[in-house]
């Protein structure tokens, strides 16, 4: 049976632009409009824009928000103010994770947390096991548009149009604002490696939004540059280098992880290390997911995300390898061939 694609509220909008639309996640989504590399350059050195509306949103208010939230995710959500968000995860019961997720604080007693499109069902069920009768808890990811304008000239782009100094907003602010005549909350946060802000607009006023957006020259993006975008800046992608059995210590995001209790700790901090997440250069040919890495002729991991970087001009790739064989020489077999890998610290590219 065909699967039923969801669609976003900016859906139309990516047909009038002549998007070439891919099932994503459980959605229907715009892989490129233009082209991967000029969407990604408009990103590194101008601005663009995503949708990520697909992505889940669930509200969490109540006296005992705080204490509920800091018992479900490893990082310590009471340092997180009144307009601030913050990076986490949710625990599973196999040692690594649900998810991972952002959390915005609205205020002491109220908060937002966006969650990845493809496990919002999931994450709701998940939560919802846990939840506890203090907190009033809902998913409201059907109301919510939510645009992401990245890129270096995304602040002074908006700032015109919108009622904030954006110069006194630091990355991970959350504010509420009027732009180009909508209501919105922005967040200064991304997954491109590149400066901008996420705005959340309700669902039926983001295809008006994105419009006028588009009229100031913010190029539309696909999930094809937000991938090589993110893999540059060596962001994990759920399903890629996480998932519910790997434990997020082996990675470059271990610090995420502080030290109290939280939901699913034993399993996640007890399992051995025995492999690792690095990043990976190649000469010429890209590596993709699920292609083995080699050592002296034995293979000792796998890689999980690769693509050629249109910034550094060569292959690049993030994969999982032995612990035994993090100083030994590395290949990459791709099509019965093996391809030396040189081992490299992630991000590819820091900014």
Request: a negative charge; glycine letters at 8%.
């Amino acid at each position: 049976m065909e699967e039923q694609l969801k669609r976003t509220p900016l859906y139309q909008s990516h047909l009038d632009l002549k998007a070439r639309m891919v099932p994503f996640g459980g959605w229907d989504m715009p892989v490129q409009y233009a082209g991967v590399m000029q969407e990604h350059q408009a990103v590194r050195e101008q601005v663009g824009m995503f949708d990520v509306s697909h992505m889940g949103e669930f509200r969490f208010k109540g006296e005992g928000a705080l204490a509920f939230l800091q018992s479900i995710t490893p990082n310590d959500v009471s340092k997180l103010k009144p307009g601030r968000a913050q990076y986490n995860m949710l625990p599973g019961n196999q040692g690594g994770l649900i998810d991972d997720i952002y959390i915005y604080c609205i205020s002491p007693e109220e908060y937002l947390m966006v969650v990845n499109a493809s496990n919002i069902e999931k994450d709701f069920a998940h939560v919802q096991s846990l939840i506890t009768p203090e907190v009033e808890f809902s998913n409201e990811s059907d109301q919510w548009g939510l645009i992401a304008v990245q890129g270096p000239r995304a602040e002074e782009t908006l700032q015109p149009h919108i009622d904030v100094d954006l110069s006194k907003k630091k990355k991970n602010s959350v504010f509420f604002a009027e732009l180009l005549g909508f209501p919105v909350m922005l967040a200064r946060t991304g997954y491109t490696g590149e400066d901008g802000f996420e705005v959340f607009v309700k669902a039926e006023q983001a295809p008006a939004l994105w419009s006028k957006l588009l009229d100031l020259g913010i190029v539309p993006c696909g999930l094809g540059a937000r991938d090589t975008l993110r893999l540059e800046a060596g962001f994990p992608l759920y399903g890629h280098e996480f998932n519910e059995t790997l434990t997020p210590l082996a990675t470059h995001y271990g610090w995420v992880i502080k030290d109290k209790e939280f939901h699913g700790k034993d399993l996640l901090v007890g399992q051995p290390i025995v492999r690792q997440l690095v990043g990976l250069t190649l000469e010429k040919v890209p590596a993709r997911e699920g292609y083995p890495v080699k050592s002296e002729g034995q293979v000792v991991g796998m890689v999980t995300s690769g693509t050629l970087s249109p910034t550094l001009k060569k292959p690049i790739a993030m994969a999982y390898i032995d612990v035994d064989a993090l100083d030994k020489p590395l290949s990459v077999e791709i099509r019965g061939k093996d391809a030396p890998a040189q081992r490299v610290e992630l991000p590819f590219l820091s900014k």
